[in-house]
């Protein structure tokens, strides 16, 4: 059965730069930072009249759709569209980071990366009180992540030496990454954002 959540990155069938991938953990510094002023709040400043002013705020929304849908059971589009929008855009940046593609992030445009879930019918799809313990639920999914992502950091260092050496990223180590990120895609869908009561399936695969 076809999970709900879907998540692929396009394997690229051409020569990566070298120079990017060499220089990757700087040239990601300036999207990162984008990125974490609309995933959450960065810093604050206080002055003298007693102010204070947040230079980013956001992050994904998870008490306001938890509480809607108890008590309303709803999941009001725009905050639905929201979670989506920043999860591809997250994903772009991280797909970057792990050397998968060397187009640099964009902030709208999908590129070679596609998350996507469709939009739940609350009343018929989502239980009004399986949010509350989604998060302990999926703790088995921790653990496994947990040892997926150290092994994911190597395989991406072993990535990062073929495509200096070579220009490309092996087959199977690509896939292996993309398998993690959709696991990852998959648990945050159903634990934190909210839109699926389907537990996540424990595989790589789609």
């Known amino acids: 059965m076809e999970y709900p959540v879907q998540f692929s990155v396009d394997y690229p069938d051409r020569r990566l730069s070298r120079l990017s991938t060499a220089l990757r953990i700087f040239w990601v510094i300036p999207i990162v930072i984008v990125l974490g002023t609309v995933s959450g709040q960065t810093w604050q400043a206080n002055y003298s009249s007693g102010e204070t002013v947040a230079a980013g705020a956001g992050g994904a929304l998870f008490l306001g759709p938890l509480l809607m849908i108890m008590f309303r059971q709803k999941y009001p589009r725009w905050w639905f569209d929201w979670n ?4 591809r855009f997250s994903s772009r940046v991280s797909v970057y980071l792990a ?3 060397d187009r640099y992030p964009s902030t709208d445009d999908h590129q070679s990366v596609h998350l996507d879930y469709p939009y739940p019918d609350t009343a018929r799809d989502l239980s009004r009180w399986l949010p509350l313990v989604k998060w302990l639920a999926a703790i088995p999914h921790y ?7 150290i092994a994911a950091f190597v395989v991406v260092i072993m990535a990062w030496f073929a495509i200096v050496f070579t220009g490309t990223y092996p087959r199977g180590l690509f896939g292996f990454v993309e398998g993690v990120f959709r696991w990852t895609s998959r648990v945050t869908a159903y634990a934190f954002t909210l839109v699926t009561d389907q537990y996540p399936p424990f595989r790589l695969a789609r």
Do not use: Q
């Not at 989506?84 to 999860?87: C, F, I, M, V």
């Open 84 to 87: 989506l929008e920043l999860g």
């Open 99 to 101: 050397l998968m593609d």
């Open 143 to 149: 653990v496994v992540l947990l040892f997926l992502y």
